[in-house]
T-cell receptor, first 113, second 112 residues
Framework: NAGVTQTPKFQVLKTGQSMTLQCAQD?????MSWYRQDPGMGLRLIHYSVGAGITDQGEVPNGYNVSRSTTEDFPLRLLSAAPSQTSVYFC????????????FGNGTRLTVT | GENVEQHPSTLSVQEGDSAVIKCTYSDSASNYFPWYKQELGKRPQLIIDIRSNVGEKKDQRIAVTLNKTAKHFSLHITETQPEDSAVYFCAWTGGGADGLTFGKGTHLIIQP
């Protein structure tokens, strides 16, 4: 049982490049989400999904896209990377959105130059 | 989501002493309050959680108390040890589909 798996662990992009952060979970969780973590800012929600085929925006969605074609996978796409997107990104999943704990992946450290 | 105010941002205690971190939330509909511990370079991990129908929950040296009237909840760590050094995040959910809102974190330092 791997839990939540994120790839890659580290990534360096140039401004304007695009890329996809991968996230997969094997716990059959309906709810999945993406957070970014910046120093002194805590964890801020980018996008979330309550099930396959359903996605919605969180607190800081600009510059990011998501899709949820299967229960297991929830990739995060950066459309045109900007230095302001330099951050650590965490994918997380849980049984439900409202009263169960989040299980986090190990994170992706992204640097945009 | 609504704001969560977390205090203090940094807390330094002597090994063996107690540590208390407090969070205040704004939405009276909130019903789930977890605490996460994040060690340097690692992912956040759940250490304890409490639901709105309970006032206190304990797990060995860790406890969480909830005051729904005042809209605040606190993490208590007793007999602190060096391995307790980490950043701690409170969070809450108001029952909406957007899940957890996190506080900005408390850096707990255990002095030997």
């Amino acid at each position: 049982n791997a839990g939540v798996t994120q790839t890659p662990k580290f990534q360096v992009l140039k401004t304007g490049q695009s890329m996809t952060l991968q996230c997969a979970q094997d716990m059959n969780h309906e709810y999945m989400s993406w957070y970014r973590q910046d120093p002194g800012m805590g964890l801020r929600l980018i996008h979330y999904s309550v099930g396959a085929g359903i996605t919605d925006q969180g607190e800081v969605p600009n510059g990011y896209n998501v899709s949820r074609s299967t229960t297991e996978d929830f990739p995060l796409r950066l459309l045109s990377a900007a230095p302001s997107q330099t951050s650590v990104y965490f994918c997380a999943s849980s049984v439900s959105s409202y009263n169960s704990p989040l299980h986090f992946g190990n994170g992706t450290r992204l640097t945009v130059t | 989501g609504e704001n969560v105010e977390q205090h203090p941002s940094t807390l330094s205690v002597q090994e063996g002493d107690s540590a208390v971190i407090k969070c205040t939330y704004s939405d009276s509909a909130s019903n789930y309050f977890p605490w996460y511990k994040q060690e340097l370079g690692k992912r956040p991990q759940l250490i304890i959680d409490i639901r709105s129908n309970v006032g206190e929950k304990k797990d060995q040296r860790i406890a969480v108390t909830l005051n729904k009237t005042a809209k605040h909840f606190s993490l208590h760590i007793t007999e602190t040890q060096p391995e307790d050094s980490a950043v701690y995040f409170c969070a809450w959910t108001g029952g909406g589909a957007d899940g957890l809102t996190f506080g900005k974190g408390t850096h707990l330092i255990i002095q030997p």
